[in-house]
């Protein structure tokens, strides 16, 4: 049980929301890209292709594993659910970008530089450390276990969680 609190446990401010939304939109908007071709991006064949490309193999897996990433994890991020794990999840998502595609071009994003996704790791690693804020679901969850009057109640919210997850 106490592994759950760990992980809906959260900073009872309203400043991450401030970085949530913003987030969550733009990882979504890009995951939407990889996974769909939305926004102009090249969906998840196009995007496959240019993994395969930059060595990151079998391209079609690695493309739907950070579209999944960037698509779920950034819902995640708005609503703020799961927000430590969907963080965690867009943070090696957002290192292997830098390493992989971005590291050897400079910091400068107008020369396809790693300014960008140093930024959206700068706020994924936040959002680990601080967790949702007030205003999200995973404050809701943690508030209602720890009102949970006994161990049997809190036993039975795991499973209940732990089922709805499965």
């Known amino acids: 049980m106490s592994y759950i609190n760990t992980i809906l446990a959260t900073d009872k401010q309203f400043s991450p929301l401030a970085l949530r939304?913003?987030?969550?939109?733009?990882?979504?908007?890009?995951?939407?890209?990889?996974?769909?071709?939305?926004?102009?991006?090249?969906?998840?064949?196009?995007?496959?292709?240019?993994?395969?490309?930059?060595?990151?193999?079998?391209?079609?897996?690695?493309?739907?594993?950070?579209?999944?990433?960037?698509?779920?994890?950034?819902?995640?991020?708005?609503?703020?659910l799961l927000t430590r794990p969907a963080a965690a999840a867009l943070a090696v998502t957002m290192v292997v970008a830098i390493l992989s595609v971005h590291i050897g071009n400079g910091l400068f994003m107008d020369k396809g530089g790693y300014e960008?996704?140093?930024?959206?790791?700068?706020?994924?690693?936040?959002?680990?450390?601080?967790?949702?804020?007030?205003?999200?679901?995973?404050?809701a969850w943690s508030r209602y276990i720890s009102?949970?009057?006994?161990?049997?109640?809190?036993?039975?919210?795991?499973q209940r969680t732990a089922s709805v997850s499965q």
């Open 116 to 139: 960008f996704g140093l930024a959206l790791l700068a706020g994924t690693v936040s959002l680990l450390i601080s967790g949702a804020g007030r205003l999200s679901v995973d404050n």
């Open 147 to 158: 009102r949970a009057a006994t161990p049997q109640q809190q036993a039975t919210f795991a």
């Open 21 to 80: 939304l913003p987030m969550g939109i733009i990882f979504v908007a890009h995951g939407a890209q990889k996974l769909f071709g939305a926004f102009g991006g090249y969906g998840l064949e196009g995007t496959g292709q240019f993994m395969e490309s930059i060595g990151l193999t079998p391209g079609v897996l690695m493309a739907g594993a950070a579209g999944s990433a960037e698509f779920f994890g950034g819902l995640l991020l708005i609503v703020g």
